[in-house]
Nanobody, 114 residues
Framework: VQLVESGGGLVQPGGSLRLSCAASGFTFSTSAMSWARQAPGKGLEGVSTIYSTGRTLYADSIKGRFTISRDNAKNTVYLQMNSLKPEDTAAYYC?????????RGQGTQVTVSS
């Protein structure tokens, strides 16, 4: 299983970023995919999940600002982040669980600052 995130960077408050996660090594189309984040000095926080059915879940802290989506033809999951706030600053990880084993990518850093 390989998960490779991209798309992070430095953005001003109120700005937008789109994160991508390219997946390989498992049957992507039937797997739930998630985004999680870890801010400096804090634990890992679940951000959003998209199931194979297309059903989505969002953490209250980002609801209405972030949108998760997937492209099964490209084995890629996305996180569109709008109206970013300084408290969204974190390393963002792509996560999936296969046969009770959780896999996580190397992460991409998102910094929201003026």
């Amino acid at each position: 299983v390989q998960l490779v995130e991209s798309g992070g960077g430095l953005v001003q408050p109120g700005g937008s970023l789109r994160l991508s996660c390219a997946a390989s090594g498992f049957t992507f189309s039937t797997s739930a995919m998630s985004w999680a984040r870890q801010a400096p000095g804090k634990g890992l926080e679940g951000v959003s999940t998209i199931y194979s059915t297309g059903r989505t879940l969002y953490a209250d802290s980002i609801k209405g600002r972030f949108t998760i989506s997937r492209d099964n033809a490209k084995n890629t999951v996305y996180l569109q982040m709008n109206s970013l706030k300084p408290e969204d600053t974190a390393a963002y990880y792509c996560v999936t669980t296969i046969f009770s084993t959780t896999f996580r990518g190397q992460g991409t850093q998102v910094t929201v600052s003026s």
